[in-house]
């Protein structure tokens, strides 16, 4: 019998009402709109305006006009592609995880390293990553591709947790074990993004999660270290800060200023 590692997450104190309210603020956006009448042209926006947000959590200087006209810096650049196949990879992660990362940190980095690098898993024979600041040091890649692996196990299995609490924990995982060279933060913030979708929570990727996490920049950092350090209790602040990110997102949707 297989364990629901996530279920135990859901019921750490405050999460699961954090999680509903959260979940009720999606809702409310879409049941204002209407799912029928939520076109291309707003999911396109809100993962444009995501790519952004994500590029300037890593570090991207560009601007929002300098990203819509496709004259943005490599990082920039790289989140914009992932936009472009991640509603098509939404439906994939639960059953192919690791490929749908690795397909992931492809588009991602195209720019920022060399080609074989794309999708690569480190090893123990590279340095590690410090790519998201306010981390502790990245684990050796045994560790790493033990967790990464028991992770992918655990999304293909059923679970009664929300959908909210996985798409954080799978969010941090990422940013923790910097599984790739580059790009760990955007890869990281994309697949949050694709379980969001794929798990019913923004099916049409109208919300702007990435823009939550990035106008909370300033507990980014030390949320993912306090999840890496702090147990449970780290685990919990870090989850409660993901169902704020996810409110901001549905606050922050294209669809917010069309109606």
């Known amino acids: 019998m297989s364990v629901d590692v996530f279920e135990p997450l859901g019921g750490l104190e405050g999460v699961g009402s954090a999680a509903r309210a959260a979940r009720d603020a999606v809702d ?3 049941r204002d709109r209407g799912l029928r009448k939520v076109g291309s042209d707003m999911t396109a926006e ?3 305006r995501g790519a952004h947000a994500s590029a300037a959590l890593a570090g991207s200087p560009a ?16 989140a914009v592609r992932m936009t472009g196949e991640l509603m098509a990879l939404a439906p994939r992660v639960d059953a192919a995880p690791v490929q749908v990362w690795t397909r992931l940190h492809q588009l991602a980095a195209a720019d ?5 690098q794309l999708g690569h898993l480190r090893t123990t024979r590279e340095p590690l990553p410090d790519d998201i600041p306010g981390l502790p040091p990245a684990p050796p890649a045994d560790e790493m591709w033990e967790r990464l692996s028991a992770l992918a196990q655990n999304l293909t299995r059923p679970t009664t947790a929300p959908g ?8 941090a995982e990422l940013a923790v ?3 790739f060279p580059t790009a760990n ?3 990281a913030r994309a697949a949050e993004r694709c379980l969001l979708v794929a798990r019913g929570i923004d099916p049409v990727g109208v919300t702007v999660p990435e823009l939550g996490h990035y106008e909370l920049a300033g507990s980014y950092g030390s949320g993912l270290g306090d999840y890496a350090a702090r147990g449970l209790t780290g685990v919990r602040d870090w989850l409660l800060r993901t169902c704020e990110v996810l409110t901001l997102g549905a606050e922050r949707s294209p669809l917010v ?3």
């Open 28 to 30: 409310v956006l879409l």
């Open 46 to 48: 809100a993962l444009l």
């Open 63 to 78: 601007t929002l006009d300098e990203v819509r006209r496709g004259a943005a810096d490599g990082l920039a650049t790289g």
């Open 112 to 116: 920022l390293g060399p080609d074989e």
């Open 164 to 171: 909210l609490v996985v798409a954080g924990i799978v969010h």
């Open 177 to 179: 074990l910097r599984p």
């Open 185 to 187: 933060g955007l890869v």
């Open 257 to 259: 200023r069309s109606q």
